[in-house]
C-alpha cells in the first residue's frame, strides 16, 4: 500500500510568486491533514478536511493559503503570494476516522 | 504559550546505551503518538497510548503514558546507529489535529 506523497519535494521562489503544494493521501483515507514546521519551531497544524469538506481551518496563518480537495481525494495548497515567512516544511497526514495519523515526506519551500 | 514540552532538545550517545525522552503536556491528552523524523524524510508513526498506564514496545522502543494521561516517555534500549533521527511526540487533545513538542535529536556514535 503506497503511503502519503508529497508533491514537489523542494520548491524554491521569489517573494510574491505563487506555489501550489500537493498532497496524495493514503487511499480510502477520508482525514486529510495539513501542518507546517517552520525553521527552529514546533510543527503546527494548518487545517483538516473530511473528505471534500474543511473540517477545521483554524490554523490557517492568513488569506493568502487556499486549500482544496477536490472530489476528496487529492488536495492542494496554494500559497498567494508567498512571504519570506512562508518557508518552511509543509507536511500533509492522512487518517481512517479519529485514527493515526500517516505523513508525507513533506515539501520543503523556501521563499526568497 | 508551549502546550506541549519534550526534553531533551539534544541527546548523543555511545551506541549501547540506553535513553529517554520525555514528553508533558499542560492539559490531558486524548492520545499520545510518538513519531521519528529522519533528515529530508517524513515523519514515520512509531506509537500511540490513549489509556492512562499504559505502555507499549516495539523492538528497542518503549512508550510509556502516566496514569494522569499528562507525561509520556519514550525509552530505547541498546541504542544503535539506525535509531539515530528527531523523536517527535504528539499530542491529541480531543480535536482531532495533533499538536507536536518542538522533538528531540538523537545521534548515536560507535
Known amino acids: 500500500e503506497a503511503g502519503v506523497t508529497q508533491f514537489p519535494s523542494h520548491s524554491v521562489i521569489e517573494k510574491g510568486q505563487t506555489v501550489t503544494l500537493r498532497c496524495d493521501p493514503i487511499s480510502g483515507h477520508d482525514n486529510l491533514y495539513w501542518y507546517r514546521r517552520v525553521m527552529g519551531k514546533e510543527i503546527k497544524f494548518l487545517l483538516h478536511?473530511?473528505?471534500?469538506?474543511?473540517?477545521?481551518e483554524s490554523g490557517m496563518p492568513n488569506n493568502r493559503f487556499l486549500a482544496e480537495r477536490t472530489g476528496g481525494t487529492y488536495s492542494t495548497l496554494k500559497v498567494q503570494p508567498a512571504e519570506l515567512e512562508d518557508s518552511g516544511v509543509y507536511f500533509c497526514?492522512?487518517?481512517?476516522?479519529?485514527?493515526?495519523?500517516?505523513f508525507g515526506p513533506g515539501t520543503r519551500l523556501t521563499v526568497t | 504559550s508551549q502546550e506541549l514540552e519534550q526534553s531533551p532538545q539534544s541527546l548523543i550517545v555511545q551506541e549501547g546505551k540506553n535513553l529517554t525522552i520525555n514528553c508533558t503536556s499542560s492539559k490531558t491528552l486524548y492520545g499520545l503518538y510518538w513519531y521519528k523524523q529522519k533528515y529530508g524524510e517524513g515523519l514515520i508513526f512509531l506509537m500511540m497510548?490513549?489509556?492512562?498506564?499504559e505502555e507499549k514496545s516495539h523492538e528497542k522502543i518503549t512508550a510509556k503514558l502516566d496514569e494522569k494521561k499528562q507525561q509520556s516517555s519514550l525509552h530505547i534500549t541498546a541504542s544503535q546507529p539506525s535509531h539515530a533521527g528527531i523523536y517527535l511526540c504528539?499530542?491529541?487533545?480531543?480535536?482531532?489535529?495533533?499538536?507536536f513538542g518542538t522533538g528531540t535529536r538523537l545521534q548515536v556514535f560507535p
Open positions: 497526514a492522512s487518517s481512517q476516522s479519529r485514527d493515526i495519523q500517516y
Open positions: 504528539g499530542a491529541d487533545i480531543r480535536t482531532d489535529k495533533l499538536i
Open positions: 497510548l490513549q489509556k492512562g498506564g
Open positions: 478536511f473530511v473528505k471534500e469538506s474543511k473540517q477545521d
